[in-house]
Structures are given as structure tokens and as C-alpha cells.
């Protein structure tokens, strides 16, 4: 009775291959929260050093830089859950046994920094199969509702695995907390091989180059997007330093130690719950212009750390940042799936993976040394100040402040999109 009630509640629980998709999107972050509080605790026990995080941490954004176009083609050929299963296998042997090493006994650096960097590999060829995989499972007029429940469902269950994660890594060390990532990221794997999704049919004789060129055809003939990847590449190379680097330090020195950096990050997963919740209904009138504001807005996580802002202070400024980007990803992942041939969005999402995270690493990599040198909070002022000046340059572009909900970006001529794809009858649950 319930279940009927949901279903006709939220039309798109009744198919199959989308509620099998959500039982993954609650399974695995989950198990990943555990990694996201374990391996930057992990790094300081071994070594004490920020240099030696900035390090570990680079070498997991790293490989998008290359496996981030690979994976988008990849998927676009095959099936995506197969694409997203290899992922969770990867970051399952990477933090798997980087928790063995560190329940056995201090890892060495290079050890964590190849450990992570596969991690990072599968982590790069997940995002464009998520991206391409949720189009193909229910029609387009659902597909803001599919979204939105399923960033719900991820949402909360990082919010309940970092809440665990932090209070495991304060009782038993961050070795356990990643063993425990390692095993959870394997649990979802049969939920995957049970979607029927198929590959997209593609032309025959095409290679790597020439698929990958017309990705980035199809990227680069959209203002609005290349504007904003432009912008989050700065925006979240400032924030990555800034907050995921050095937000560990902060909290080990001043706000209690990884207790309190679980429960920052739990309040940032509350927040992402509440606006999830919000996106099931909300659609802002100029979604880009929208997107490009919350993007200066994540200037305030540095701040709330560089001004030593009290514990629960932080934590409200994580949940009010959560509820807002939330709004923002459903806004963004719609418009995109909305606008570029769904033949085309793997490869596209690829390269909307790699404009926004290829600085990451240079974030990474700064972060420990500047802060070193000039002091932590000095390194938080700036990083916010970039974040602020990149967001209102995104906004010179016309199609970013003139777009409407609803309105087509400019698609080429015979474009399909993905609203316009069809759903396998078949896929709908009995």
C-alpha cells in the first residue's frame, strides 16, 4: 500500500531500472563518506604534514585529468552502469587497501598517493556514466523529479555515513573508516549488473579522436556551459584547498578533531537533503544565472574557517551551502541532459568533469605550502576572494544571465535531446 502511494506520488518510482539505480545511489556514497573523513586523517597521522595531504588529496583529483574523457567515450559506447561498476570496484581497492595499510602500521607516502590516485581513476569514469545513465531510464517529463530524488538519495545516505565515519575514525582511527568504504563500495555491484539500460547506437568506424572531438564540438557550441565550467574550475580549485585541504587542519587545531569535521560534513549532507527536498518543486526563472550565483556563495565555507567562526556556526553555514548547491546541481544536470543529444552526453559531461576539477589538483598542491608560508587563514581569504572574482566573470556571457527555465540553449539544427528519448515500456515496474 505504501509503496502504490509513493509511486503515485512520484511517478518515477515505478521504474524498475531507476529504483535499482537509486538502491545504488544510497549505497555507495555511504560507503564513500567514510573515505571522505578517513583519508585525511589518515595522511596527518602518518605524517603530521599539510604538504603531505595536499600531496595524497592531488593525486585523487589527478587522474580526471586523463580517465574523465576516457570513461566519457567509454560510456557513451557501452552501457553506463557496466562503466560505473569498474568504478566502484576501483575506489574499492584503492581505499580498501589503504585501510589495511593503515590498520597494519604507518602507509608510506608514495603508497597513499597510489593508492589514492586509483582511487581518483575510478572516481574520474563514474561521473559521465551517472551523468549518461539517468536520461536512459526514465522519459524526460520525470526527469527533473528523477533527479532531484536521486541526489536526495545520495545525499542522505553521505549524511548518514559521514555522521558513522566520524565517530569511527575518532574510536577505532581512519584505517577502519576506509576499510569500511572499500567493502561498501562492492555492495551495490549485483543492483547494477540488473539494469537493462543499453549503449547508445553509434556510428560505425569511429575512433577515440574522432568521438572525442565531437564532444567537444558539441561543449564548445554552448556559452552558457563552457562559461560556467570555466568558472567552477577556479571556484572549486579555491574551495578544494581552502576548505577539503586545510578545513582538516582547522578543525584538528581549533574545533575538536575529526568528530567536529564529520559533523561539518554531515550538515553540509543535510543540507544537500533539504535541498533536494526543495528541488522537487523549485525551478528558478534564469537557471544559469542561478548557478553562477551559488557559485560565488561557496566563497562562504572559506570564510567560516579562516574567521574561526564557533563549531556550530560552521556547521549552519555548511547546511544553508548544502541546501543551495543542491538546488543548483538538479538545475544544472537537467539543463544539461535537456540540451545535448543524449548520444552526446557522456562525452559531454566528461568535459564538464574536466573543465571544473583539472585546477583541483593545483588547489591541492598550493593549499600546504602557501598556508605553511603565510599562515591558514591568510590562504582562506584568498581562495575566497578568487571564488568571488571567477563567478562574476561568468556572468559577462549573455546566454548565462538571459536563459529561462524551459528554453531550448541554442541547440544545433536537428538536435535531439533527451526529453525526447524513449523509455522502454518494459522498464516500468508491474
Not at 39 to 66: K, M, N
Not at 342 to 348: C, F, M, S, Y
Request: positive net charge.
Amino acid at each position: 500500500m505504501f509503496a502504490r502511494a509513493m509511486v503515485r506520488r512520484f511517478p518515477v518510482l515505478g521504474y524498475r531500472d531507476f529504483v535499482l539505480l537509486l538502491a545504488d545511489r544510497l549505497l555507495a556514497p555511504a560507503a564513500f563518506a567514510f573515505s571522505l573523513v578517513g583519508v585525511s586523517f589518515a595522511v596527518l597521522d602518518a605524517t603530521g604534514s599539510t604538504a603531505d595531504l595536499s600531496y595524497v588529496l592531488a593525486a585523487q583529483i589527478a587522474p580526471s585529468l586523463i580517465f574523465a574523457l576516457v570513461g566519457g567515450v567509454v560510456a557513451d559506447r557501452l552501457p553506463p552502469q557496466w562503466v560505473i561498476i569498474a568504478g566502484n570496484v576501483m575506489i574499492a581497492l584503492g581505499e580498501g587497501t589503504f585501510g589495511i595499510l593503515a590498520i597494519a602500521g604507518h602507509p608510506r607516502l608514495w603508497q597513499m598517493v597510489l593508492l589514492e590516485a586509483l582511487t581518483g581513476t575510478g572516481m574520474a569514469i563514474f561521473y559521465p556514466a551517472s551523468q549518461a545513465l539517468l536520461p536512459r531510464l526514465v522519459p524526460g517529463a520525470l526527469l527533473q523529479q528523477a533527479s532531484a530524488i536521486s541526489r536526495l538519495a545520495t545525499n542522505a545516505a553521505q549524511m548518514g555515513g559521514a555522521v558513522v565515519a566520524g565517530f569511527c575514525v575518532a574510536a577505532f582511527g581512519p584505517g577502519w573508516a576506509l576499510a569500511v568504504c572499500g567493502a561498501g563500495s562492492l555492495v551495490s555491484v549485483p543492483m547494477l549488473l540488473s539494469i537493462r539500460a543499453a549503449a547508445t547506437v553509434r556510428t560505425p568506424g569511429t575512433g577515440l579522436l574522432r568521438e572525442l572531438r565531437d564532444g567537444w564540438s558539441e561543449f564548445r557550441s554552448h556559452t552558457w556551459l563552457w562559461a560556467i565550467v570555466a568558472q567552477f574550475g577556479v571556484v572549486l580549485m579555491a574551495w578544494y584547498g581552502s576548505f577539503q585541504i586545510l578545513g582538516p587542519v582547522v578543525a584538528r587545531a581549533h574545533l575538536g578533531g575529526p568528530a567536529a569535521w564529520g559533523a561539518i560534513t554531515a550538515a553540509d549532507a543535510v543540507g544537500l537533503i533539504a535541498g533536494g527536498v526543495v528541488s522537487l518543486r523549485f525551478t528558478p526563472r534564469r537557471p544559469m544565472l542561478f548557478v553562477v550565483v551559488i557559485g560565488a556563495a561557496i566563497a562562504i565555507a572559506p570564510l567560516s574557517l579562516a574567521m574561526l567562526w564557533p563549531l556550530p556556526l560552521v556547521c549552519l553555514a555548511s547546511f544553508g551551502l548544502g541546501i543551495t548547491v543542491e538546488m543548483m546541481m538538479v538545475q544544472w544536470t537537467v539543463t544539461m541532459a535537456r540540451n545535448i543529444p543524449p548520444g552526446k552526453l557522456a562525452r559531454v559531461s566528461s568535459y564538464d568533469l574536466l573543465g571544473s576539477v583539472m585546477a583541483m589538483p593545483a588547489g591541492a598542491l598550493v593549499a600546504g605550502p602557501v598556508a605553511a608560508a603565510v599562515g591558514v587563514s591568510a590562504t582562506q581569504y584568498g581562495a575566497a576572494a578568487l571564488i568571488i572574482v571567477a563567478s562574476a566573470l561568468a556572468l559577462i556571457p549573455r546566454d548565462v544571465r538571459t536563459m529561462r527555465a524551459g528554453d531550448p540553449a541554442v541547440p544545433d539544427a536537428g538536435q535531439a535531446t533527451s526529453s525526447a528519448s524513449p523509455v522502454n515500456a518494459a522498464h516500468i515496474a508491474a
